[in-house]
């Protein structure tokens, strides 16, 4: 007899589709509803902010209706926020402190509407032109002067060209920022004479990815070319090409540096004879785990930008030589250890003690930082016995954890994954040591840290994952800043937990149009110190923009809530009625029963219970639609009137609503119970 | 060619029928159904010395026997093979016995065989022992021999992956234990009988006793046939563990030799050699075939008869041992005689050689148009400029196409036209390597080309290749070589001249090449490993410290190998490829350099002198193998230097030859007595096009400007001419995937395309800017002509064409004629069809006059003004209006019928109006054949 397999039946499949189909139908009808209508950016001009002056900034979009925020990272200060009447764009001022380094920032707006994505621009010391779009051969090349950063626009198929004029020995550095804009485009830089004759190409330079970068000193006076296009000669994408004499360099040295720390930086793979340095003194505290520097030649006057690693860890520097485990640098864990694979086949090797059963986790960087080493790490026990590596996957962070068996000494070996080498290949280990725990939102890459949030609904929610290294205890979660907008429940993530569904709420009094930018971080003690982390979300900017390899330090971890005008409630409650009486050491039962005002809603609600008084408690359960509140109270409960706030949150298409509603209880001694009782049923 | 082979085939049986004397081995063959049945030895003549091969030999046991090979050699410098043909006797027959040249044991003891031949004589000393031994059938070297000989496990009978009828064995004894599981236990051993050996469905099949699917494959006297008939009476044994295994065999004749006609045939024989140092004639059962049957065939019994002049390599294979021996079979040609010839270089001196020896002639030197063409299309893939093409051929300097060659290899375009050649080979496609990838590959080719990087360097920087592949484009190399199989048959095939795809199931059917060197090979690039990155569109090729192969069959980690030099145990601490690199790009590699001098001369001369250019094995020899040696010496004394390759072979006088034949080169296709012409490329012919009509190509998001020569890859821009012209995908990497053959699309697109209508019918194309700036036609004409021909039109060409424009100018003439003729009669139509509608429109308006008077009216209108009464002269002042009709009042007033008729009428005559040409269009049609019949030339069609 032949079975019947269900799962193979084509009936089965069909139908099967058909939901699928469905499913992503209402996901795509979800998403699409919540980003209709929302503020989007499309550019901005001059993409530029010169430190420390007030730049006028045209931005262009979608949606820019008035009254509209615009925000920036950092210091900057957004002032004279003009939308044009078509709501496609505005002006403002936009000022960086002065003294603020060069890098990428990003520009958002926010309004009734909701939030919209950053676009990205650079806080710049080179001054900004614009590409006059008429520069597409040699004769046409449009005059910049050596110290400039032109904002363009790739042509397709035509190059741009630039004309610039050098003295004798001279020396410049030209730059395509590009990918690091979020322009999905791919830069070929070539470097001319009058007569077209290719004096240099740079085409994904190490430690930039996509973008490129060269420098040149003119061998005579004269008027020189650049040649700018797309490597598939795509059009439309934006860059800026800085024309400076900025250093060229993959990565600072080390590559990163301990909170509260002065630190001095070297620049590997520099493309000048002068030695760079940076002596920096590092904040002693900061949310995110890395800080834009910029660095300029002696005399120089323009800057090339870089970031370094931060945190609380000692950071030791590879004593050379320690290519061999017998003259491996000795550190003690926990630390963040640093090297250069100085030459081809090169492995350093970084001795320390463990104690039986200690715990170590390192994470190994480079690429992040423009470093093109791809570490590989091993550790060998005193034996010289392999008892860990790393493994190789996707990822560009390498790991390696192990718990050590007993004391012991042991050997970290680190290397380029195909034995790479030379002054541009440094690497930072962090190994840390002990438990500890890290924390991100869960499926990062497939959820967004942009909340447009009605002003009926007033909340948000979101899932923090939480990846556990030795410690299992409770975290708190909180705002990076304190902030009185925002009420956070199910804030507390119970010891042995890894996932939790928070939400934080707006005040009551939130308007439209209000916006913040804020952070999570959770606290635990961990081995009797406070240990705070960051909820992350690089993965959330990566899937958002993926030309971005690594988001830049004010991306990671930032979510922005944006109050949109009102919507339909898609639940409410009714507590009837709406005060109690709690007898002391008794307890009382409030039903609470959910009313479904969108019948596509078919969830549950959470019902968050507060303001009791500490010698109450309350037990929330449900049964289909019916929640009841248990409240319990002590005997030495004092006799008063109470109040009892309680806020229900629900979720249904990508919403999330509050509801509260205000209960009071008044507290009494057991034996006024039936006066008390007569008394409300003759207040009826 | 075809006639000429033909006949050379008659005269040759007719010489044959006059011999008489009729060689053991012969017969052997006729009755193997070969058909040599008609061929016999040479007359032996009077030998100026006699050589017997071996002059000694030992037959130990009573199967051994041994075939000698008797050759002659004579005072003019002939030899010949006199096996056939020479006297054989024996010191002590009771030792030994000799037949047609086949000693033949019959008791322990030492002989001496005579051989004689004309006047001379040789002694061979024969030692026979092991006569009272017995001597089992080995089941590895009898029975699995005798198999292979029959047949029975090639790859269309029993040794398919699939047997056939559900006998399956392994494809020519590559997998002996296979065999004997089939052979002894399968179907509980019902093929063999040992108690009645003959009655074995082993013998009864072949033998046609038994219907067999593969019909008659063994007779009863085959070799073969007594092989297996003993194994199988002595009880189906396998070889006892430690017997002595072959290492190898020996072919006798072993060194070229050149066999002048009617010398024609050649006996072989084989030995093998044992690990116990035995050595056994194993002739009878060895398989035979040749490079070429054009040339000459093998019997079975390893005869080998020549047909036409040529060279050709006997194939002799046993088991997986194969040898081969190359035989030159010459003729004298009627009023042939070898002059002296002028060389530019050794090329011209080792091609000559081989010329003299085939008795071909070479051709004569191209003209410098030829040249100039051929030389530009092979160097950067472009017909010539105008300008280059007048002033090279008014150039009176003797060393000018020397300079020539110089300034395009200087060009950009060589550089991206050699790069084109080289993204065929490395399947560069954005399928294959991503849309960022493939200009960034394209680019590093590009520029490896341009900037002639040494050949070994640019192998070694693709072999080796990391990281990321866009950063280090070279590794993509990696990303279309996806897996270890692919990684060994892309090198295997681009850098080895070697198709290894199907030693990867089995040992080669044909060649060396096993299935342990295939994963042996594998074992080098086992442990390149791919991972994506954080960049969208980057994979990043890494070499992993670990990871065995493991040989699917015998379960056994293999052993990094190499040819040659076999197992590799010094390697790269880091990464094995770079051991592999390192030994193939050595110059003491005896295949890498010439693969790609072979892959150079290819393109320049339209045929390698191994073709296809990536099969190099044994039974595909090298036309001039001295030739080849040479180009290879060359390539590696100058440091792989490919620009100096290309240009010492078009400097050549052989590159130079003419393509136009002799009387005495005619037949010759491979040893390039003249130039071979072949059809341009697609992108070739494309570019030529624009070039010859003025009217770029637009590729897509590509930049303007950019030939077709250049593109990148071909699934950027998806052009039908380039697909009809035989673009290829670059799914594989074999030179194959470009088609080189004429298809019927082609021609269509020759006669109606819509690529070379549009640019022949452009307003700006070449010929109408010419004739805007107000040149002749017979400037026009001759400017045409050296754009698609690179020369100017001869003096007929020119009146041929100027004929047809005046021809062309008179029939279009005549066709206006004829068009004025029809416009004047629709012009009258339609003068006629107006007056009735105005007719029509005026009884219309008639309607609006009182009824009493609208008689009166009419007549009044109508009357001749002269003719009018007072009465009706008011009426015609007052309502003349009614009879006057404009064009515009015709039209409106009209019912939409009769609107119709007056528009059809009137287009009729604007239709005529419209085809009568001015003179100007005339003259530019007249112009339009021109070029349109230029580019339908073969001499622009071919590289000539």
Redesign the interface.
Known sequence: MQRFNLISSPVFAVRMISRVLVVVFAVCLVLARSAFGQPSLTGVTPQGLLPGQAVQVTVRGENLAPPIRLWAPGAIAIEEIKVAEDGKSLTCRMTADAGSPIRVVGLLAANASGVSDPILMMVDDLGSVADNGSNHSITEAQSVTASTSVDGVFD???SDFYLVRLNLGQRIAVEAVVQRLASSL?PILRLLDTHGNEIAIA??N?GV??DCRLTFQAHAEGEYLIELRD????QGGKYRLRIGDFPVFTSPYPLGGRLGATTQFQFTGCQSDEALSLIKRLPTNLVEDRLAISVKRQDGVSSAMSQIAVSNLPERIEIEPNDQSEVATSVTVPCAVSGVLNSQ?DVDYFEFALAKGQRIDCVGDS?RYGS?S?VFMQLFDAQGGSVAQTS?????DAQLSYTAPDNGIYQLAVRD????GGESFAYRVAVRSGADYSLTLKHADKTTCRYPVSRADRAIGLTVSVQRRGYSGPIRLVTSEPNDAFTLYNQNIPSGTNELRMFAVLAADTEEGEFWALRFVGIAQVDGREVRRAVMTEATV?STV??L??AYPWQDGLFTVGVTGAADPFFGMTCEPAEHILVRGGQLQIPLKLERKNEEFKGSVSVFAEQLPESCQAEIKSDKDIYTVTVSCREDAPENDASLRLVMIGEHSGRTQTFVQDVVLQIVPPESTTVAKDSVQNAD | MQGFGLSGRFLFLEVAVAMTVMSDAVRASENQGADAGTLVAVVAGDPERLEVSPSQFKLSGPRQKLQLIVTGYYSDGRVQDLTGVAGFSTSNADVAVCTGGVVRPKADGVTSITVRAGEREAEVRIDVVGQGEPQPVSFQYGTLVALSKQGCNSGACHGSPSGKGGFRLSLRAFDSKLDEYTLLREEFGRRTDPMDPEKSLLLLKPLMKVSHGGGLKMNTHDPAYAVLRDWISEGCQTDAPGAPTCVGIRVTPGENRVLTRPAHTQQVSVLAEFTNGSVRDVTDLAVYSTSDTEVADVTKGGLVIGQERGEVAVIVRYLEFIESTILTFVKDIDDYEWQPQPTNNYIDTLVHAKLQKLRYLPSDLCTDEEFLRRVCLDITGSLPSIEDARQFLADPSGDKRTELVNQLLERPDYGKFWTLKWGDLLRLTKGQVGEDGVHKYHRWIERAVSSNMPYNEFAHQLLTASGSTLENPAANFYRTAKDMNDCVETVSQIFLGARLQCAKCHNHPFERWTQDNYYGMGAFFNRVQRKKTRRSDEIFVWSADSGDVTQPRTGQTMKPWVPVAGTVSELNDIDRRTSFADWLTSAENPFFAKIEVNRIWSHLLGRGIVDPVDDFRESNPPSNAPLLDALAKDFIDHGFDRMHMIRTIVNSRTYQMSHRPNDFNRDDTKYFSHYWPRLLTAEQMLDAICHVTGIEETFEALPAGIKATHLPAPDLVNHEFLKVFGQPERQTVCQCERASESNLGMAIQFLNGPLIHSKVRDGNNRFRLLVNSGQSDEQIVSTLNFAALSRPPTDDEIDAEIQHMAAKQEQLENENIRLHAEIEVASQTLTEVKTKLREKVFETRLLTVPEEIRADVKVALTTAEGARSDVQAYLADKLGSLHLVTDEQLMKELVEEDQKVLTDAESSVTKLQASVLSPEDIRIMGIEDICWVLLNRNEFLFNH
């Open positions: 397709g198929p035509e791919d085409d994904d190490l990815g996509a490597n598939r000669y795509r086949k690429r093109p791809l190789v996957n996707d990822a560009d994954l195909i034995y790479r990566r993926p030309q390899a690594y």
